[in-house]
C-alpha cells in the first residue's frame, strides 16, 4: 500500500478536513458524472423485479416502476436515496474520515429514515431506529455503536447495504487510495460493522477511482491491495469465481460478497461492442447490456444494478447513458439526472464549482449576445437555438441542451421535459462523441412523437446545434450525413454556423 501514500497538506474549512481533489480532463469528469447516474439508472431498472421473476429471456428490463414501494417509472429506490445521503456530505469536499462528516451522513441518514425512505433493509432500520432522538453531534457514532451492537448481537451484519451506496465515496478521493479506503470503510461501519462490508466497499470504490482516472475496470484487482492480508486471498477468489459464472449463479445476493459477485459477473461477463455507429453500435452499449444482465442475476435486482451502475458509470461516463433513462430516472428529494450529475462533479472537484461556478449556477453565461430561433428545415415543431433563446418565447414544452445550462436556465419548461446531454465542442474531449450525438438526436425524435414542441440548443448554436440537427433530418427523413450538413449550413449561414471536424466526420459516418 505504501507505494500508493501521497504527501499532501489537505486544506480546512470551518475545523473540518477537506478531501484534496484532482484537476480532471473533460473525459474523465464526464466518468465522474456518470457514478451517481449510473447507479440510479440500474436501481430504477431493477426495481420492478426485485425479490420477483426477472425479465423473460430476451426481454429487456424497463423502468416500469412497481416493485417492493410502489415505485413510479424510472424512479429510484434505497440504494440511491442512501448514495445520495452520502453525497450531499461529499460533495461539500470534506473528508469523509472526519467525526463531524459521518455525524452529518448519519444524521441525513436518519432524516430519509423518517422522511424519505420508500424501502429499507432490516438491518439498516434497526441501526437507524435505535438513534431515534439522538442529538446531531455524536451521531456518527451513535449509529457506528449501534452497528456494533447489532452485529454482536447476530454475528451477521455483512449485507449489501452500505455497498449500494458507498461509490461516491472514490469521486472524494480520486489522488489518494489509501485514504479513500479508509474513508470507504468509515462511511461503511455507520450501518454495517462486519469487516467484509467495509472490504466490498474498498473493492469497489477502488474500481470506480481507476475507471474515471484510465477508464478501465482494472482497479477492481488493484484494490486487493487495500484489503487486510487475512482476507484478501478469499476476496481474490470470490472475484474468479464471478468472472467464471454468470450473474444469476449468485441468487442469494442479498450479501455483500455474492451481490459484488453478481454486479462484477454482469460487468466481467458482458461484450465490449466494437463501435461502429453505422450500423448504431457503440462501445459503451456495454452499459446498458451489462446493466440488463445485473437485473437478470434476479432476487435483489434494484441493488445489484445500482451496484453495477456504479461502476459502469464510472468507467462510459455519463455521455454513455441513454438519454430516455436519464429523462426518466428520478427519486427522492426531487433529484434528477442533473441533480446527481452535480453531485458527483462537485465531490470529485472538492465541493469547488468550476471558474464560472458550474455545476450549480443558477445561469450559464452565453458567449454571443445574439438569440437564434430557427425552425429546422423539416420539423418547425423542433426550435434550433443557442443560450440566449428564450424557451418561453420560442413556445416550447421540452428542451435538449447540448452545453451546460444553470438550474433555472429554462425555468419556464418542467424538468422532466428538460434533458441534458454531455457533448464538448472539441474534438477529442467527450467518451462517446458518436452515441451521444445520436442519442441526442433521437431524445428530440421521441419529444416530438409525444406532442413536444422542443428547443435544441448548444451555447452559441453554431456547432453542436448543426450536428445533432443533421442527424435528427437523417432519422426523419433518410437524408445522408453530408446532405443534411449542407442543410444545416445553408440554413445557418448567417449565425456563424461551423461544425468541428469530429463532429462532422461522425454525422457523415452514420451513412
Not at 454468470?246 to 455474492?258: D, E
Not at 450529475?341 to 455545476?359: E, F, I, Q, S, Y
Request: glycine fraction near 12%.
Amino acid at each position: 500500500m505504501n507505494r500508493w501514500a501521497k504527501d499532501f497538506a489537505q486544506p480546512t474549512i470551518e475545523g473540518m478536513v477537506l478531501s484534496a481533489p484532482v484537476r480532471l480532463t473533460a473525459i474523465q469528469s464526464d466518468r465522474a458524472a456518470g457514478v451517481l447516474l449510473g447507479a440510479a439508472c440500474g436501481d430504477a431498472l431493477g426495481v420492478p423485479y426485485e425479490f420477483a421473476a426477472p425479465p423473460p429471456g430476451g426481454e429487456a428490463p424497463r423502468m416500469s416502476g412497481g416493485g417492493l414501494g410502489d415505485y413510479a417509472p424510472g424512479e429510484y429506490s434505497d440504494d440511491t436515496q442512501m448514495a445520495v445521503c452520502i453525497a450531499e456530505v461529499a460533495a461539500t469536499g470534506v473528508d469523509l474520515r472526519e467525526a463531524a462528516a459521518l455525524d452529518r451522513i448519519a444524521a441525513n441518514f436518519v432524516r430519509w429514515r423518517t422522511e424519505g425512505a420508500t424501502d429499507i433493509g432490516i438491518q439498516t432500520r434497526r441501526v437507524l431506529d435505535a438513534v431515534k432522538g439522538h442529538r446531531p453531534d455524536g451521531l456518527g457514532a451513535a449509529v457506528r455503536d449501534a452497528a456494533r451492537a447489532l452485529h454482536e448481537e447476530t454475528g451477521k451484519s455483512a449485507g449489501n447495504g452500505s455497498l449500494m451506496r458507498t461509490g461516491v465515496v472514490a469521486l472524494a478521493y480520486l489522488r489518494d487510495p489509501v485514504t479513500m479506503a479508509e474513508a470507504a470503510r468509515a462511511v461503511s461501519d455507520l450501518t454495517h460493522f462486519d469487516p467484509l462490508a467495509g472490504d466490498g466497499c474498498v473493492l469497489w470504490c477502488a474500481a470506480i477511482r481507476r475507471a474515471v482516472l484510465d477508464g478501465t475496470f482494472d482497479g477492481l484487482r488493484e484494490g486487493l491491495e487495500l484489503i487486510p492480508d487475512e482476507r484478501r486471498g478469499h476476496w481474490a477468489g470470490w472475484l474468479d469465481e464471478a468472472e467464471r459464472h454468470p450473474p444469476a449463479h449468485f441468487p442469494n445476493n442479498g450479501f455483500v460478497v455474492t451481490a459484488l459477485q453478481a454486479a462484477w459477473s454482469a460487468i466481467s461477463g458482458t461484450a465490449v461492442p466494437g463501435d461502429d455507429p453505422g450500423s448504431g453500435v457503440f462501445a459503451c452499449d456495454h452499459l446498458r447490456d451489462a446493466l440488463y444482465a445485473a437485473v437478470g442475476a434476479g432476487n435483489d435486482t434494484d441493488t445489484v444494478a445500482a451496484i453495477a451502475g456504479m461502476l459502469l458509470g464510472a468507467r462510459w461516463g455519463s455521455s454513455g447513458v441513454r438519454l430516455d433513462w436519464q429523462r426518466a430516472v428520478h427519486g427522492w428529494e426531487r433529484k434528477r439526472a442533473a441533480d446527481l450529475m452535480a453531485l458527483g462533479l462537485l465531490t470529485a472537484a472538492g465541493g469547488k464549482p468550476d471558474r464560472v461556478g458550474w455545476p450549480g449556477c443558477d445561469r450559464m453565461e452565453p458567449p454571443i449576445s445574439q438569440a437564434l430561433m430557427v425552425a429546422h428545415p423539416d420539423d418547425d415543431g423542433v426550435i434550433l437555438g443557442n443560450l440566449v433563446t428564450d424557451a418561453v418565447a420560442a413556445g416550447v414544452t421540452a428542451v435538449v441542451s447540448l452545453c451546460r445550462v444553470g438550474r433555472s436556465q429554462f425555468a419556464g419548461v418542467p424538468a422532466a421535459n428538460q434533458v441534458q446531454v454531455w457533448l464538448v465542442d472539441q474534438p477529442g474531449a467527450n467518451a462517446n462523441t458518436a452515441f451521444a450525438l445520436d442519442q441526442a438526436a433521437r431524445i428530440v425524435l421521441a419529444l416530438r412523437d409525444e406532442g413536444h414542441r422542443v428547443l435544441l440548443h448548444c451555447a452559441a448554436g453554431q456547432s453542436r446545434t448543426p450536428a445533432v440537427g443533421a442527424r435528427y433530418a437523417m432519422l426523419r427523413r433518410g437524408v445522408d450525413g453530408k446532405a443534411a450538413l449542407g442543410e444545416m449550413r445553408a440554413l445557418l449561414a448567417d449565425h456563424g454556423y461551423y461544425v468541428n471536424e469530429e463532429l462532422r466526420r461522425i454525422v457523415e459516418a452514420f451513412g
